[in-house]
């Protein structure tokens, strides 16, 4: 289908035995030059991958993302808008993008049509498809949402690393309690500069302020973050650093 591009094929890398390191090595390196980064261009729409895990486990959050996402959209409109990729894993290695949308039809349409299949995470995967993304233009954020984390934590570290020097910041949204993937989420979200956050499929209300909140950061910065005055973009602004 032509609105679907793949991830790069293969297995997630380990990256070697740089990726082996402690996030204090090579990762502290990246982050010195994150300051460097290409400004957001005057006047641009903002961007930002909104990024899932559609294995087995999360098919019913799934279907509730989808009811949610229109939030985002609603709330990067005063800011400047937002133009935003769905991107999700799934199954044997199967990770895919899909093309930037605009408006939250067009990507309800898309999430819609994506059924949840049983595999192994890839967080590694979306974490380098987005910096060879902000690598051609401008991404503001990645928003992510998943439950669990199978993969190697220092390999994901310096992959976190690697986005940030990009200027793009990373909100993970954690389903569930598993320990290794909230300890996983809170690194790449402390990496990148982001936030590490709760998803909770009983707290609907509290999700979609949240998300809205992402999105006003994407559209228009921090700045507008601290502009919108909402109880959920204090919340991320408490955890996010300058």
């Known amino acids: 289908m032509k609105q679907r591009t793949n991830l790069t094929p293969g297995r997630v890398a380990t990256d070697g035995p740089v990726a082996r390191k402690s996030a204090s090595g090579d990762v502290a390196a990246f ?41 985002m959209f609603d709330a990067a409109a005063s800011a ?35 059924q949840c299949h049983g595999g192994l995470t890839q967080i590694g995967r979306i974490l380098d498809h987005a910096e060879k993304t902000a690598a051609k233009a401008p991404l503001a954020a990645i928003a992510y949402v998943g439950d669990a984390m199978e993969e190697d934590i220092d390999a994901l570290c310096h992959k ?12 993970m949204f954690l389903e569930g309690g598993d320990a290794a993937a909230e300890q996983a989420f809170r690194e790449i979200a402390r990496l990148t500069n982001g936030a590490f956050l709760p998803f909770d499929a009983r707290a609907a209300d509290e999700l979609r302020a949240l998300l809205g909140a992402v999105a006003t950061f994407a559209a228009g910065g921090r700045a507008a973050l601290e502009a919108s005055g909402t109880g959920a973009a204090r919340r991320l602004l408490s955890d996010m650093r300058p």
Do not use: E, N
């Open 31 to 71: 982050l010195k030059h994150a300051k460097a980064t290409t400004p957001r261009v005057a006047g641009a729409r903002g961007r930002l991958v909104f990024a899932l895990d559609a294995t087995m486990s999360r098919q019913p959050t799934w279907d509730l993302a989808c009811d949610l996402q229109a939030s």
């Open 160 to 171: 976190a690393g690697r986005l940030a020097v990009r200027g793009t910041r990373a909100f």
């Open 80 to 114: 400047g808008g937002l133009d935003v990729q769905l991107a999700y894993f799934r199954g044997h290695r199967q990770a895919q993008a899909s093309r930037w949308v605009g408006d939250a039809r067009a990507l309800k349409g898309l999430m819609t049509g994506i």
